[in-house]
């Protein structure tokens, strides 16, 4: 895991400090849920984030390193397609079953009860595309890995992933592998 280093790294951090609340049992006993509207309520804040997350799909001279960024439902779409703008990129959804209007690709995956799936346009990435992959949370990275697997069934190569936090208590490092992971705040 890294974490953005120099001035936008350290005005994100302050950002998510301040701006991160914490809700407990929510949404249900026991949980303790961050909130991240009041990050997006505040414009400063929020263009700290967005600049941070942006950074991790450029080199160390700056240069934009991506081709796409994908931003998973839901609230990786708030902050992926931002993202997307600030490095002058497409953005594509990856989205619930059933929600995209044209071909796609489908990928399935375990959750603690369940099984979840996730979607993209057949034609969002192009064969040989780099993407970056943008959510708020990494918790047991099943959410992740699908995106990467989708990523790949379009002939695209996942290079990063940029979130807001990743929850260390559970597993979702191991899930992803070697992909380069970049988390703003970790819990």
């Given at each position: 895991?890294?974490?953005?280093?120099?001035?936008?790294?350290?005005?994100?951090?302050?950002?998510?400090?301040?701006?991160?609340?914490?809700?407990?049992?929510?949404?249900?006993?026991?949980?303790?849920?961050?909130?991240?509207?009041?990050?997006?309520?505040?414009?400063?804040?929020?263009?700290?984030?967005?600049?941070?997350?942006?950074?991790?799909?450029?080199?160390?001279?700056?240069?934009?390193?991506?081709d796409?960024?994908?931003?998973?439902?839901?609230?990786?779409?708030?902050?992926?397609?931002?993202?997307?703008?600030?490095?002058?990129?497409?953005?594509?959804?990856v989205?619930?079953?059933?929600?995209?209007?044209?071909?796609?690709?489908?990928?399935?995956?375990?959750?603690?009860y369940?099984?979840?799936?996730?979607?993209?346009?057949?034609?969002?990435?192009?064969?040989?595309?780099r993407?970056?992959?943008?959510?708020?949370?990494?918790?047991?990275?099943g959410?992740?890995?699908?995106?990467?697997?989708?990523?790949?069934?379009?002939?695209?190569?996942?290079?990063?992933?940029?979130?807001?936090?990743?929850?260390?208590?559970?597993?979702?490092?191991?899930?992803?592998?070697?992909?380069p992971?970049?988390?703003?705040?970790?819990?």
């Open positions: 895991m890294t974490t953005p280093g120099g001035s936008v790294g350290a005005a994100a951090r302050e950002a998510l400090a301040r701006l991160v609340l914490d809700v407990p049992d929510f949404p249900e006993p026991g949980i303790l849920f961050k909130d991240i509207t009041p990050l997006l309520g505040d414009p400063a804040g929020f263009a700290a984030v967005i600049a941070a997350l942006a950074d991790v799909g450029r080199d160390g001279d700056g240069t934009v390193v991506v796409k960024v994908v931003g998973m439902e839901a609230r990786g779409f708030i902050l992926a397609a931002p993202v997307a703008l600030a490095l002058g990129v497409g953005f594509v959804p989205r619930k079953v059933g929600r995209l209007p044209r071909a796609t690709h489908a990928v399935s995956y375990a959750l603690e369940a099984v979840a799936t996730l979607e993209v346009h057949q034609d969002g990435i192009a064969p040989g595309e993407v970056l992959l943008v959510d708020d949370v990494l918790a047991t990275g959410t992740l890995q699908a995106t990467v697997d989708l990523v790949e069934a379009c002939g695209g190569t996942a290079t990063a992933a940029a979130m807001l936090m990743e929850l260390s208590f559970l597993p979702g490092r191991q899930a992803i592998g070697d992909l992971l970049t988390a703003l705040m970790t819990v």
